[in-house]
């Protein structure tokens, strides 16, 4: 017998039974029936002779019992709640793609159930959780696609609170069955994960203690590149001693090994002195040692620093931090030391207005010595409207050793099918790499229906290696900020400089340092009156580097209206002109517009419209324009709720036009 039919049957058991029978009593029912209906038209049009159109509706019926506050004698000494689901799912989709036409009916089980038992709770020195639970739904997809998801988790926690360090102990696991289709094509995961928990707390009167373990073993039958087995632990500590308690210490140990195609074991230790000397004046001591090793080589890292921090008069702040790093390299050394000091300035003007004036300035050195330095995991997170190029954090790129993971998807992109992530991209499929000079870009290219891109929204992890040539090299950084605002309320002009000076002190080589400077001008008008409330930003930045140069405007607007209570218009604009004269001639034009009208009427009645124009022209990647209009519906009467929505998108992307339409309705009635 399943786990879902035995639990249904106990319900129904104790349906018919006396609700107080043997010492066990029976807790309130709750009975959801829910209606959904989706139906998705999509049309992909990639030329005359690769044009495709998809079509798919979705059914689905549930009907979920469940059963809160059951208890066996005494809520404290076993307290219950479990519940099922019954369900059913209906697709039918229709395909046509450059002559070839699919189609293809299925049906499908959305059973599951949820128990929970808390044994032994409240202030006993010994409890347990034991859980256990199964959901399956189904997410649509674009091409007139589907993800079924098949969740499930049971487990064990034990809590004791009488151990001198009151700890946590959590055995459980966890099922992930996904399976994504996008017309013919199928993609997918099943995916186990073994998760051992531990976490050990105390408090004392000026201190505490956090003990942490974990370990997980993560296995998938679809992707076995992406199986791995990690042991994490870590101790944290903090005292606050001294006259007046005006001193605190927090220390902080963590181990870290994993066994994957990122194989890797790392020492992470730091030490926090944090000293309050009065009201006005506070310092703060920190050393951090990193211990890091892969199969490429070992790195070390110390890094010790001390950071001031004083307010005088509540107008003028100052703030000094010093800081040294030595790190040992796979194939060599960095040493690196940076003194940093910021005045910052505030003072009250007639009129009801506020000066703000800050002023920065750092000096830099670094010492390297080594041939091939080894970067791992440096994230980039795209704009969630457009995915334009971005350059790696370091100059001289070795461009063969260049992998690059995407960890996180930004929201769906019709016209593409979706790939559990994480997963590895693959260069002059999902993205190339443009050098200029020396320095490295990756230029993002578009989703298609089976390879996943980088798209707007993705975050990616980048591991590279980088050289120096003419080691060893040491070099000398100069960097200045001024930043200086008038704010009277109603308007805020403001100022900003960023410049920075680099210079080869020993070696030769120095290609890789880069003179920079910024200045940004700009202009803040808000409004708040009443039923109107508008704001509108604008600023002009010149932007002039050794091997960059361009020059961009760049406006926000928002302005939010209500005609009368519960009726409410918001647009949000934005507006970007980039143009570049080094290293190549090029633009990138971005424009945005967004506009809600919201209605309610009371509590139970909220409609929102929305409308959304976004494009993008740029001389590198592909020109994309994007239209969007919606209508969304949430209303209750009673036990009774109806969420209906409406959607059309229409994107241009390159020579891909899409343009989806999309209903949905979902219905759904509580019983007590």
Request: net charge negative; charged share 25%; with cysteine.
């Amino acid at each position: 017998m399943s786990v879902s039919r035995a639990v249904a049957a106990a319900m129904l058991f104790f349906c018919s039974a006396p609700v107080v029978a043997d010492g066990f009593t029976l807790g309130n029912w709750e009975t959801t029936l829910e209606l959904v209906a989706d139906y998705t038209n999509v049309e992909v049009d990639r030329g005359q002779t690769r044009r495709s159109e998809n079509e798919s509706l979705r059914t689905e019926e549930r009907l979920t019992l469940r059963n809160n506050g059951s208890y066996y004698f005494d809520r404290r000494l076993l307290d219950l709640s479990f519940g099922a689901t019954f369900g059913l799912s209906q697709d039918s989709v229709t395909s046509s793609t450059s002559g070839m036409d699919f189609e293809d009916n299925r049906d499908a089980d959305l059973s599951g159930y949820d128990f929970f038992a808390g044994i032994l709770k409240g202030k006993n020195t010994l409890s347990a959780n034991l859980f256990a639970n199964r959901n399956r739904y189904i997410q649509t997809r674009e091409l007139a696609g589907r993800t079924d998801i098949d969740i499930q988790q049971q487990g064990l926690t034990l809590i004791s609170r009488s151990l001198y360090i009151p700890s946590t102990l959590s055995i459980r696991q966890e099922l992930i069955d996904e399976s994504t289709r996008a017309g013919p094509t199928t993609v997918r995961s099943d995916e186990q994960r073994d998760i051992l928990t531990y976490q050990g707390r105390r408090g004392w009167l000026n201190s505490q203690l956090t003990l942490r373990y974990e370990q997980i073993e993560k296995t998938d039958e679809f992707f076995p590149l992406l199986d791995f087995e990690s042991r994490e632990g870590s101790v944290y500590s903090s005292i606050d001693f001294g006259p007046k308690l005006k001193l605190r210490w927090d220390s902080r140990l963590r181990s870290f090994s994993r066994d994957d195609f990122s194989e890797e074991d790392r020492l992470d230790i730091e030490q926090l002195l944090q000293v309050q000397h009065s009201p006005q004046l506070r310092t703060r001591y920190r050393y951090y040692y990193i211990d890091t090793s892969r199969p490429a080589g070992d790195t070390r890292t110390e890094t010790a620093s001390f950071g001031l921090h004083h307010r005088l008069y509540d107008s003028l702040t100052t703030d000094l931090q010093a800081e040294a790093t030595d790190q040992n390299l796979v194939d060599g050394s960095r040493q690196f030391y940076v003194i940093r000091t910021n005045f910052g300035y505030t003072k009250l003007l007639p009129g009801e207005g506020r000066l703000t004036a800050s002023l920065g300035y750092s000096h830099e050195e670094e010492d390297d010595d080594f041939d091939v330095a080894f970067v791992p995991q440096e994230s980039h997170a795209f704009d969630a409207t457009f995915a334009l190029p971005v350059g790696l954090g370091n100059t001289n790129v070795v461009a063969a050793s260049v992998q690059i993971l995407k960890v996180a998807e930004g929201p769906s992109v019709a016209g593409c099918g979706t790939l559990p992530v994480p997963n590895m991209l693959v260069e002059g499929v999902d993205y190339s790499l443009q050098t200029i000079g020396n320095r490295t870009e990756i230029i993002p290219l578009p989703c298609t229906l089976t390879t996943p891109g980088i798209n707007p929204g993705d975050t990616i992890a980048v591991d590279y290696e980088f050289t120096r040539g003419g080691m060893p090299v040491a070099f000398a950084s100069d960097n200045y900020r001024v930043n200086v605002s008038v704010d009277y309320g109603w308007i805020r002009p403001f100022f900003v400089h960023q410049q920075t000076n680099q210079e080869l002190t020993s070696g030769t080589g120095g290609d890789f340092l880069t003179d920079l400077q910024i200045d940004i001008l700009g202009l803040e008008l808000r409004r708040d009156r009443g039923r109107l409330q508008t704001s509108i930003r604008t600023e002009f930045e010149e932007y002039d580097s050794d091997d960059q140069i361009y020059d961009e405007f760049r406006a926000n607007q928002t302005l939010r209206y209500a005609f009368r209570p519960g009726l409410t218009l918001t647009l949000n604009g934005r507006q970007s002109f980039r143009e570049f004269s080094m290293p190549t001639n090029r633009k990138t034009d971005l424009l945005s517009l967004r506009s809600i009208l919201s209605y309610s009427r009371g509590p139970n009645l909220y409609i929102d419209v929305l409308g959304n124009i976004r494009s993008i022209e740029d001389s590198i990647v592909p020109e994309e324009y994007i239209r969007e209009l919606g209508v969304q519906v949430r209303w209750h009467y009673g036990r009774l709720e109806v969420y209906p929505s409406l959607k059309y998108i229409d994107i241009e992307r390159g020579n891909v036009d899409s343009s989806e339409y999309r209903a949905f309705v979902r219905l759904r009635r509580r019983f007590f």
